[in-house]
């Protein structure tokens, strides 16, 4: 059975934090993505990673960073998180052609 | 812009058939995907369209056709566990997945 564990169901920070969401993945697929999920906006991609200190931009990448030190993590970092960033976040992971599998998302409120 | 149109809201009876269309707009197309998410839940991997025509799974059909830039998805038999937020997504390069806004379906007894 495909896992893709994310670290935190539920987060609550203060603005201003530098926060670290999680992603672990237990394949040897070299891409992973994260997304944010809002009412009314579906899923919009954030970052991806194809490999190793990989990475590209997606849709929405402002106020965000990520890292990929080992091909089965990849973390999404907020440097100062702000209200706007409040949001579900779910990372994935696929290869190729094949579909993404999901974890079961960090909900992340930022007060 | 790139954009994916599907409706926000479906109502169907259990047992019946229910048609939740997708139109899109987008840079690149490598092929149609279709995501179910129930609340709480993780979105998982329905069905894929590469090409233009029908793919049926199970009770789920998928269809599209590439000169309209038109897919739709296809729930038979309805049962009470398929209510549930469905994402259509467009493949536009070869690591970037790119997602509707979600139907709602809520299936009524």
């Known amino acids: 059975d495909v896992k893709v564990t994310q670290s935190s169901r539920y987060l609550v920070k203060r603005t201003g934090e530098k926060v670290f969401l999680e992603c672990v993945q237990d394949?040897?697929?070299?891409?992973m993505f994260w997304y944010r999920q809002d009412p009314g906006l579906g899923l919009r991609l954030i970052y991806f990673?194809?490999?190793?200190?990989?990475?590209e931009k997606g849709d929405i990448p402002e106020g965000y960073s990520v890292s990929r030190e080992k091909k089965e993590r990849f973390s999404l970092i907020l440097e100062s998180a702000s209200t706007n960033q409040t949001s579900m976040y779910l990372c994935?992971?696929?290869?190729?052609?094949?579909?993404?599998?999901f974890g079961n998302g960090t909900r992340l409120t930022v007060t | 812009g790139q954009s994916l149109e599907q409706p926000s809201e479906v109502t169907a009876v259990e047992g019946a058939i229910v048609q939740i269309n997708c139109t899109y707009q987008?840079?690149?197309?490598?092929?149609l995907s279709w995501y179910q998410q129930h609340d709480g839940g993780a979105p998982t991997f329905l069905s894929y369209?590469?090409?233009?025509g029908l793919e049926e799974t199970g009770r789920f059909s998928s269809f599209l056709s590439r000169s309209d830039s038109y897919g739709y998805l296809l729930l038979q038999e309805l049962q009470m566990k398929d209510s549930a937020s469905y994402f259509c997504?467009?493949?536009?390069?070869?690591?970037?997945?790119?997602f509707g806004t979600g139907t709602r379906l809520t299936v009524i007894p």
């Open positions: 994935a992971r696929g290869q190729g052609d094949s579909p993404l599998h």
């Open positions: 394949m040897d697929h070299e891409n």
């Open positions: 990673s194809y490999d190793v200190k990989m990475k």
């Open positions: 987008t840079s690149g197309f490598y092929g």
């Open positions: 369209n590469g090409l233009d």
């Open positions: 997504a467009v493949r536009t390069g070869a690591n970037n997945l790119f």
